[in-house]
């Protein structure tokens, strides 16, 4: 019997790594992948499948809003994914539902995986997967993280949502903010700004530079064990060798 699973992760290299992982077992079709909540839900209605590696962190609707537009009642087996561990242990005790931690390790994904194939062959527990949810709800409200900055400028205060920053350079006391487009200056170090960032969306990649993970579109390797961050928008950054935690969560090692 094969088992059909979509991956929905708005992070290309997250979704390649659960892809690769998957390729090492037998009887795994992937039916579709997707990078963001509208089309995983739409994709779930339509490719009715078995499994779903599912990413906790997305703009707009997250992993959370599709579990709950979806319901618990026509869910698939679900293995939630995540960057950050405050959505983990508490929230997923009950074993209705499944979760990986990035960067997802073999071992621990092959461990989840014939859980949900257990699952799958048998019986999913609806009520204890509602009760998952609610915990999820609660663990959700409680991250605590700025949604957005409050930026002076000229005797005005305009606010920047994070969703919407591309990435961040230190220019001495200050930030540049770089979104959509635009620059915004701060008033900040790069080192107090990054306490307001949740890390499940936003790295540090240089001494002098942050980025939103979801605004990469390629990691490209360059000199001595450099790397150059491509975003979405074709800018340029360098990685410094010395991330290491970094290029662990990136995939590149």
């Not at 194939?117 to 998952?132: K, M, N, P, T």
């Not at 993280?145 to 919407?164: E, K, Q, T």
Request: aromatic share 6%; charged share 30%; proline share 3%.
């Amino acid at each position: 019997m094969t088992t059909r699973a979509l991956i929905v992760d708005d992070e290309p290299l997250a979704r390649r790594a659960v892809r690769r992982l998957l390729g090492k077992h037998d009887g795994i079709e992937v039916a579709g992948e997707c990078s963001d909540g509208e089309s995983a839900v739409r994709l779930i209605g339509e490719l009715a499948p078995d499994l779903v590696f599912l990413d906790i962190q997305m703009p707009e609707m997250d992993g959370f809003a599709v579990l709950r537009h979806v319901g618990a009642k026509a869910m698939p087996v679900t293995i939630f994914v995540t960057a950050h561990d405050r959505f983990a242990v508490q929230a997923f005790d009950a074993h209705a539902v499944d979760y990986l931690m990035k960067p997802i390790a073999r071992a621990r994904f092959d461990v989840a995986l014939a859980r949900a194939e257990q699952r799958i062959a048998g019986v999913v527990d609806r009520a204890e997967l509602r009760r998952v949810l609610a915990s999820l709800d609660r663990l959700a409200a409680s991250r605590g993280y700025a949604d957005r900055l409050s930026v002076p400028d000229r005797g005005r205060i305009h606010f920047v949502a994070m969703r919407d920053i591309d990435w961040i350079e230190a220019q001495g006391n200050y930030v540049i903010i770089h979104a959509r487009g635009r620059e915004h200056e701060l008033r900040e170090t790069l080192a107090g700004l990054e306490d307001k960032l949740d890390p499940a969306d936003f790295v540090r990649i240089h001494r002098s530079t942050i980025v939103n993970v979801h605004r990469i579109r390629e990691i490209q390797p360059w000199f001595h064990g450099h790397h150059r961050v491509v975003l979405d928008d074709g800018t340029e950054l360098r990685m410094s060798r010395y991330q290491r935690e970094v290029a662990k969560r990136l995939g590149l090692t």
